[in-house]
């Protein structure tokens, strides 16, 4: 909505201008009449629309052409006034005025016009057959108002009409020519239909439309309210209503008779909720509400977005098969103005047999768009109608802001959900099948992937302890000399090299060195294509030996090439360790599930060592002398306390064992 209105009244000498601004403003016809009156403001609480309003008033004999260029540059809205008893002041309407000020306004911001007949206490008959013919000719004349200053006739309707013509104009709604809507109209709506038809059957049902009815006026509609507009619709249109409820035609229907009626403001209130400007574009504070992102913080969807996700996911997926076709995608993503996702993303995310992508597939690629462009998140779920269904003030509620990672790292525990791993490697070293693998995707299947459609991220979910994560991967272009900041900012590093190239392994230690040995980020060598014969590689010290050094891991052995489904523990080892970089966790086997691989996690993580340490301090502090360490009370004392630590260890050990 405008923050005010400027309305310019202009005509010839003699008209009345003067007097109908100050008429309105006196309530009385004024007995001198000035050759201009001054700008007035009209306060937004005395307006019908609350809107501040202002008057601006033209006189040939005391402004230059120059200035009336200036304030009809200005204006909102003009008020071109005429006196209905005179002709040549009705001519001068479409021999001077319009086409004035139509070379004085920009071609794509079009000022809607007003006729002004005034002085209609001096004449029996109205001048509207005159009139008429002209509001046929020029689109931009939104209606025409037969007034008198002298006895106040429609002078507050003139200023309303005035308003009402700059918040809801006619002019981008409905062409009378056609006498139908536009099809920017037309568009506008049917997007509001589909976001409003929350089960997606094509009909607004009673309770959809009680819920639009109160999302854009706040009210409620009576059970014969809704069956009265139900009932003209059916008069009117025979496929308007369809099982006791409105279809999109019947919908498209009654905002035509709206207008017609001149209740287009009624048609506006709903296209502003939604979203839309007066080119009926979306708005872009609508589409980018405002969020604060500080340094070294990331964006997630939070539960309620998710949840709406949900719904939209279930809405489309029509034959209920946890799967959207390219025909539902298609559906799904009508109410935007473009296809926001590729081919490449059916090689990002989770797909079935089939190749479509699947609910847990679809939730990761909103995942990973709210994680790498939160404004693209932002935007795409302003176009599902977010605000709207979800009742929030804005989509920016549906973010999650994590803190700091310097906070997660001090406090030793985060509560983020998304991690991301940088994998480096190269080239041929077996990166891209790493991040396909990780989808479940074969060699076999890898290699029928096209080379447009492949991508450099798949994301997925894993469980850590109990805990549904995601792990976003992200293949880092081989280029040594140029990895910016976004190619070093992550959660965990994987170098990639291939056991068979005795050449590969040098490119990963040369990255180690020069950009991870001294950060705190965690990394993990994979040693890829272990099908294949195991190749001496040509560096200083073995992988397993640089990695002894420096204190990683050993190399995980991992290869694609195998019947069905790669497999995802190193997928889980991976999100463990982005989750607790500080605890340095250490598997012998590496499957972090078994019963040998817990309890040395157990044991040797920086909790148990924290806790550990506090107590032999307070115990040392508070109850242990000389003479106590020599007395048999202490060692029972720490032989009582040695039991229940057992105890208190075994007991943790069995509720890791159990979900597992």
């Excluded at 016809?29 to 009156?37: C, D, G, I, L």
């Excluded at 296809?339 to 992508?357: A, F, K, L, R, S």
């Excluded at 060699?443 to 080379?451: A, T």
Aim: proline share 5%; aromatic share 10%.
């Amino acid at each position: 909505m405008r923050k005010d209105v400027r309305i310019l009244l202009v005509g010839e000498p003699k008209v009345g201008k003067t007097s109908l601004i100050m008429s309105l403003v006196s309530e009385e016809f004024p007995q001198v009449v000035p050759y201009r009156a001054e700008e007035i403001t009209i306060p937004a609480d005395v307006t019908p629309e609350r809107v501040p309003t202002h008057i601006v008033d033209y006189s040939e004999a005391e402004q230059t052409d120059e200035q009336l260029f200036q304030e009809i540059a200005k204006a909102n809205v003009i008020c071109i006034v005429y006196s209905v008893n005179n002709k040549k002041s009705i001519e001068k309407v479409t021999s001077h005025w319009i086409p004035l000020i139509t070379e004085n306004t920009d071609k794509d911001s079009r000022v809607p016009l007003i006729l002004v007949g005034n002085k209609s206490d001096l004449v029996e008959h109205s001048s509207m057959e005159t009139i008429l013919p002209i509001m046929n000719q020029y689109s931009e004349i939104e209606t025409c108002v037969e007034c008198s200053a002298k006895n106040l006739k429609n002078i507050s309707e003139l200023f309303y009409y005035a308003q009402k013509a700059v918040l809801h104009p006619t002019g981008p709604l409905y062409c009378p020519e056609k006498k139908d809507m536009k099809p920017l109209c037309v568009k506008a709506l049917t997007r509001i239909f589909k976001v409003s038809d929350l089960d997606n059957d094509g009909i607004l049902n009673d309770n959809e439309l009680n819920f639009f009815q109160r999302t854009c006026f706040n009210t409620p509609l009576e059970s014969q309210a809704l069956e009265d507009v139900k009932n003209v619709v059916r008069r009117n249109l025979s496929d308007g209503v369809s099982d006791n409820g409105l279809t999109l035609k019947g919908f498209l229907f009654l905002h035509t008779l709206f207008i017609q009626r001149g209740r287009h403001e009624t048609t506006w209130t709903v296209l502003r909720r939604f979203g839309y400007d007066d080119d009926l574009e979306l708005n872009q504070d609508y589409l980018f509400p405002p969020l604060k992102i500080p340094p070294d913080c990331t964006t997630e969807l939070n539960h309620n977005a998710y949840l709406f996700l949900q719904s939209v996911f279930d809405k489309h997926d029509k034959d209920r098969d946890c799967a959207l076709s390219p025909e539902e995608l298609k559906d799904l993503f009508d109410v935007f103005p473009y296809m926001p996702w590729g081919p490449d993303v059916n090689n990002t995310v989770c797909t079935n047999d089939q190749g479509w992508i699947t609910y847990q597939g679809y939730l990761s690629q909103w995942t990973l768009t709210t994680y790498l462009d939160v404004q693209r998140c932002l935007e795409y779920l302003g176009y599902l109608g977010y605000s709207i269904i979800a009742e929030q003030e804005s989509q920016a509620a549906g973010i999650t802001v994590t803190r700091d990672k310097k906070i997660d790292l001090q406090k030793k525990q985060t509560q983020r959900s998304v991690f991301r791993c940088n994998v480096f490697g190269d080239v041929g070293s077996g990166k891209s099948g790493f991040l396909q693998a990780f989808l479940g995707t074969n060699l076999m299947r890898q290699n029928m992937i096209r080379e447009e459609h492949r991508s450099y991220y798949a994301i997925s979910t894993t469980y850590v302890y109990g805990q549904e994560k995601y792990l976003l991967l992200h293949e880092v272009f081989p280029d040594f000399d140029y990895l910016s900041d976004a190619d070093l900012a992550c959660d965990i590093v994987c170098l990639v090299y291939d056991v068979s190239n005795p050449y590969s392994f040098e490119y990963c230690a040369k990255v180690f060195k020069q950009y991870f040995m001294d950060s705190k980020i965690p990394c993990m060598m994979i040693a890829t294509k272990s099908d294949l014969p195991e190749i001496k590689q040509l560096y200083g010290c073995s992988p397993l030996e640089f990695c002894r050094r420096h204190k990683m891991p050993p190399p995980q052995s991992f290869t694609c090439n195998t019947a069905e489904a790669p497999s995802r523990d190193i997928y889980t080892k991976l999100t463990t360790m982005a989750m607790y970089p500080h605890a340095r966790l250490r598997c012998m086997c590496t499957c972090n599930r078994c019963t040998f691989c817990l309890c040395q996690n157990f044991l040797n993580s920086e909790l148990l060592q924290t806790v550990r340490a506090k107590l032999y301090t307070v115990v040392l502090r508070r109850h242990m002398s000389q003479a106590d360490l020599k007395s048999s009370t202490f060692w029972l004392k720490a032989s009582v306390g040695a039991t229940v630590f057992v105890v208190l260890g075994f007991a943790m050990y069995r509720v890791l064992l159990k979900p597992r």
